[in-house]
């Protein structure tokens, strides 16, 4: 009798934990975990410049901004607009205009914040960091370059790789070259670009 009494105290006492254990988890509910990527990049970009063909070489200093939107990790699309200077007068050199494809060789073109809930209830909230890689683009630009007085627009196309690391969470940087095929139907110049940026994840 006394064995039966301590075995019916011990299936209580396991049906108890069991039971508490089940209320609990109904309560909290399941694990939850979120992730929201921050698409849109804001940069500020400083360069140097040279315009070069045969026999003319012209060199200069530019500071530009452009926005970047990321469709996918890897794949993104951007616009810019630049100001640059001759580095012999610090004089209107050109305007530069530019819609660009992005591609990610490596590394991504997104930021991603993860948020984790237990149920209703939030556990943590954190953004991931991301690991620096290689782009390549693809641009298409107009620029309006100022001649003695006057100014000739030329279009063309062009190519660069940039390397992109993040300073902080909120603070994107690249380094990267550019070169471009210009034209205004008479004249053509081979502008190379090297620059630097600082942005900001919106």
């Known amino acids: 009798m006394h064995k039966q ?12 934990i069991e039971l508490q254990a089940e209320v609990q988890r109904s309560t909290q509910g399941p694990v939850v975990v979120d992730t929201e990527y921050t698409r849109f990049r804001l940069s500020a970009t400083a360069d140097y410049v040279v315009f070069s063909k045969p026999g003319d070489t012209i060199g200069g200093l530019g ?10 990790q890897k794949w993104g699309m951007g616009a810019g607009v630049k100001q640059a200077f001759s580095s012999s007068d610090f004089a209107a050199f050109f305007t530069e205009i530019h819609v660009c494809l992005s591609r990610a060789l490596t590394g991504t073109l997104m930021r991603s914040r993860q948020k984790i809930s237990l149920g209703a209830a939030p556990v943590s909230d954190f953004i991931t960091p991301q690991p620096g890689g290689i782009t390549a683009r693809l641009y298409v630009s107009q620029y309006l370059v100022n001649t003695f007085g006057s100014v000739l627009p030329y279009t063309g196309v062009g190519v660069g790789g940039s390397y992109d690391w993040n300073l902080n969470v909120r603070t994107p940087m690249s380094v990267g070259f550019r070169i471009d095929r210009i034209t205004n139907g008479t004249d053509n110049y081979l502008p190379f670009t ?5 942005g900001l994840w919106l």
Request: no cysteine; charged share 5%.
């Open 5 to 16: 009494h301590k075995l019916a105290l011990l299936l209580l006492l396991a049906f108890s």
């Open 194 to 198: 090297a620059y630097t940026s600082i």
């Open 63 to 72: 500071l530009g901004a452009d926005l970047q939107y990321a469709f996918t």
